[in-house]
């Protein structure tokens, strides 16, 4: 079965860290590139991070830019999303997914996601 599985999310105080945890089952996540999302009630979906199959490339959002980090770990298959500082703002569920277009994120758009997890559950209080 090709699925991504999200982890690490749960309740933290403001000022905390978490480390959220994209496992792929079913097929390679080296295959594509990977971005971390989230999604507030009644906001459109943000693109949090990406990281690219195999030419280093990677981002995160402005909004979260110095206090979130992606990376991956090609022997587990898995791509992590470090979270400091974390905000109330932070609040939300966030979801790991595959871009079936796209190997890089130098161009910082998406393509066709795909194998979208269930996502995990962030909440951040103050």
């Known amino acids: 079965q090709v699925r991504l599985e999200e982890s690490g999310g749960g309740p933290v105080q403001a000022g905390g860290s978490l480390r959220l945890s994209c496992a792929a089952s079913?097929?390679?996540?080296?295959?594509?590139?990977v971005g971390w999302f989230r999604q507030a009630p009644g906001k459109e979906r943000e693109g949090v991070a990406c990281?690219?199959?195999?030419?280093?490339?990677?981002y995160v959002a402005d909004s979260v830019k110095g206090r979130f980090t992606i990376s991956k770990d090609n022997a587990l298959n898995t791509v992590y999303l470090q979270m400091n500082s974390l905000k109330p703002e932070d609040t939300v569920v966030y979801y790991c997914?595959?871009?079936?277009?796209?190997?890089?994120?130098?161009?910082?758009?998406?393509?066709?996601?795909?194998?979208w997890g269930q996502g995990t559950q962030v909440t951040v209080s103050s």
């Open positions: 990281i690219g199959s195999r030419d280093g490339s990677n």
């Open positions: 997914a595959a871009d079936l277009e796209r190997v890089s994120c130098l161009a910082r758009r998406w393509g066709t996601l795909g194998y």
């Open positions: 079913g097929f390679f996540l080296d295959y594509y590139a």
